[in-house]
């Protein structure tokens, strides 16, 4: 195998052994193919094309100090690609055929899960898309249910230190009724813009407001936002924020560890009463955040600490880290270990 530089991985794309591949023909799912090809083959009509009947999600696997392998969450992961399939109405992978397939693909690349402590993780994209054609604006009759496996880095190049963050108003994400609660494909398109021009403008990511009256916290382009005041972890609630399976085991984590928990309507004014603010999901698991920036006001939030992480955000990631890694004791049974 070649030589990879595991502590040096970014988070992108990396070349592996196999994926594995389903089909949705005739009202049934086939059975399970295996497939050492980076490419697929679809219809000039098919509905990903065309009508963006596309959903995705991501996941960690993760071999700890014990030599054991351990996939987080996994069905979490399974039931939200269900509804993201539901809400754009696609056939939905059954939770048995989740597992058959991901059992596979992180088996047969078994060699590409990095050795422990280094940050990184085997990180798995399972992905489903209408290959059926269509002319006319409807769903297809056939879809491809997919998952293929790489290792990865951080997500953002500073690791688990501060970055900066623009809140943009200018540009939605989502509508209040329209697919912000799934994560489909047409959510980060509708990002990549506003996304762009943060980052050439010296900000790592962008925190969007509220589409409707555009005075609540809503979410960052590829995470959820929370904040700390004092005993309280606060995270926004909203239906065009992406349910996270991070924020989710987040709020667990703080409410075990005595803290108070709000899911709620955030104000953007309420950014100046934060002790420590953060974005959270599957690939950053935290990144905290030192300022934050209003791109139309100009008004400025700074954060903690000497340019270091706040003392719960760096609780909260190094326990959550700790139960994926299989050094803190998985009380809540979160974890696969994989034989």
Known sequence: MENIDWGKLPFGYFKTDYNVRCYYRNGAWGTVEISSSETINIHIAATCLHYGQEAFEGMKVFRGKDGKIRVFRW???????????????????????????????????????????????????????????????????????MIFAGPVGPYFKEGFNPVNVQIVRDYDRTAPHGTGHIKVGGNYAASLRPADRAKKEGFSTVLFVDSKENKYIDEAGPANFFGIRGNTYITPDSKTILPSITNMSLRALAEDMGMKVEQRHVLVEELEGFDEVGACGTAAVISPIKKIVDRQTGKEYTYCCNGTAGPISTKLFKTLKGIQEGEIEDKFGWNMIIE
Request: hydrophobic share 40%.
């Open 75 to 145: 069905e979490e992961n399974a039931k939200r690609m269900q509804r993201s399939c539901d809400g754009i109405m696609m056939a939905q992978p059954p939770l048995e055929l989740f597992k058959e397939m991901m059992l596979k693909v992180i088996k047969l690349n078994e060699r590409f899960i990095p050795p422990p402590g280094l940050g990184a993780a085997l990180y798995l994209r399972p992905l489903t898309i209408g290959t059926g054609p269509q002319v006319g604006v409807k769903p297809a009759e056939e879809y491809m249910f």
